[in-house]
């Protein structure tokens, strides 16, 4: 059995199969921000890590020890790979939606 998935359709007509975006390896992520300037539909956040590897909060920002991105608005994402295509660490996954 098959299953289905969200087709769309470029401005020509022909099928596109959005790839939405699902995670981010932080171990590999070095928090250039270049998937965040790639992305225009606000699904992507700059957050820092503590010493022990936990996700610190914005009023916090003076103790972490590095920065990673984070997926902070998924259900703005439109499937485009732009984040990925940006990143040199290969850092971002995909899914298209099965419907
Ligand atoms: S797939 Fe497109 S919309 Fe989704 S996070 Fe990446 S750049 Fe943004
Ligand atoms: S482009 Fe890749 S390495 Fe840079 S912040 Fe985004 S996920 Fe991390």
């Not at 289905?4 to 020509?12: D, E, I, K, R």
């Not at 225009?40 to 020890?65: A, C, H, M, W």
């Amino acid at each position: 059995m098959t299953t289905a998935v969200l087709t769309n359709q470029t401005f020509g007509g022909l099928d596109w199969i959005p790839q939405f975006v699902q995670t981010i390896d932080q171990a590999l992520c070095i928090g250039c921000g270049r998937c965040f300037k790639s992305c225009g539909r606000s699904v992507l956040t700059l957050r820092g890590l503590d010493d022990e590897g936990n996700l610190i909060d914005d009023d916090e920002d003076d103790e972490y020890e590095r920065k990673v991105m984070t997926i902070s608005g998924q259900q703005n994402c439109i499937g485009c790979q732009a984040c990925s295509r940006a990143c040199p660490k290969n850092c971002l996954s995909h899914l298209a939606l099965s419907l």
